[in-house]
């Protein structure tokens, strides 16, 4: 369907739970509403993440080209067109994709079938500005974590977020012990860590806190240079607000799936 001229660009598909025991991270999209809304939009479930870098592709076949993601200058033909949305494509079609200040990951997906255009009413939530919320660590929860800013640093990438700030008083480093995505975990420079879809399965720093799930794919449209914060927040929060973002997107992927079949 599109061959890739330029920037980043990796095949995603849904991340495989349950191989921690075996050393094999999830993986999958780091921001998986958008990977989900791009497939919606030409019934795959297959995409691909592009970012930060300009993206450019050459269409090969006919067909609907879908982009959704972080806030975006599309240029199809050398037209402008609007991010979060789906267009009809033809061979020979180029078309290039620059990332903004909001955001550090798009996400492509292509199909055969002409499709109509349609916009999503609203950028997915995983650009919403604002604290991120933490659950208690798993070895300790560290009040300094909290009450300032952290910056990204350039050091970061789908293996984890390394952060710089005041730095928080280090702790010993202690057997190797599980973690997941969103796991925070206190380096001896003071300096947090964030691990991502990539990151380890096991670790020795100490775990001071967890991003809750709702807002796992915030993390991947984090970018060197943003600055972030956290708040705490309970498990009871935590769970029912993963519900309602999670019912939240799947209703909008009802009316795109409806969509395609009027």
């Not at 991270?25 to 479930?45: F, I, M, N, Q």
């Not at 806030?71 to 789906?86: C, E, K």
């Not at 775990?207 to 927040?233: H, M, N």
Request: proline share 10%; with cysteine; aromatic share 6%.
């Amino acid at each position: 369907m599109i061959l890739t001229l330029s920037g980043h660009v990796l095949e995603v598909c849904a991340p495989t739970f349950g191989r921690r025991h075996r050393g094999i991270p999830p993986g999958g999209p780091a921001d998986r509403e958008s990977a989900t809304l791009a497939g919606a939009l030409v019934g795959k479930e297959k995409v691909f993440e592009c970012g930060p870098f300009p993206t450019g592709f050459e269409v090969i076949s006919a067909g609907t080209f879908a982009v959704v993601g972080a806030d975006l200058s599309v240029w199809h033909q050398g037209r402008p067109v609007n991010g979060n949305r789906r267009i009809h494509i033809e061979p020979g079609d180029v078309i290039s994709i620059q990332g903004a200040p909001n955001g550090c990951r798009w996400y492509v997906a292509t199909s055969p079938r002409s499709l109509p255009p349609i916009t999503l009413a609203q950028p997915p939530e995983s650009l919403r500005k604002g604290p991120f919320r933490v659950l208690p660590g798993a070895d300790t929860t560290k009040s300094e974590l909290f009450g300032r800013e952290w910056t990204v640093t350039l050091h970061s990438n789908r293996l984890g977020l390394r952060l710089h700030g005041d730095p928080i008083d280090p702790m010993p480093e202690m057997l190797s012990s599980p973690t997941q995505v969103g796991c925070i975990q206190l380096p001896p420079s003071g300096q947090p860590i964030i691990l991502g879809w990539d990151g380890p399965t096991v670790g020795g720093y100490p775990r001071i806190g967890q991003i809750a799930k709702v807002d796992w794919d915030r993390l991947g449209q984090l970018r060197p240079g943003d600055t972030v914060t956290f708040e705490q927040i309970s498990r009871e929060d935590a769970v029912q607000q993963l519900r309602e973002r999670e019912e939240r997107i799947s209703n909008l992927v009802g009316k795109i799936l409806l969509s395609a079949e009027g």
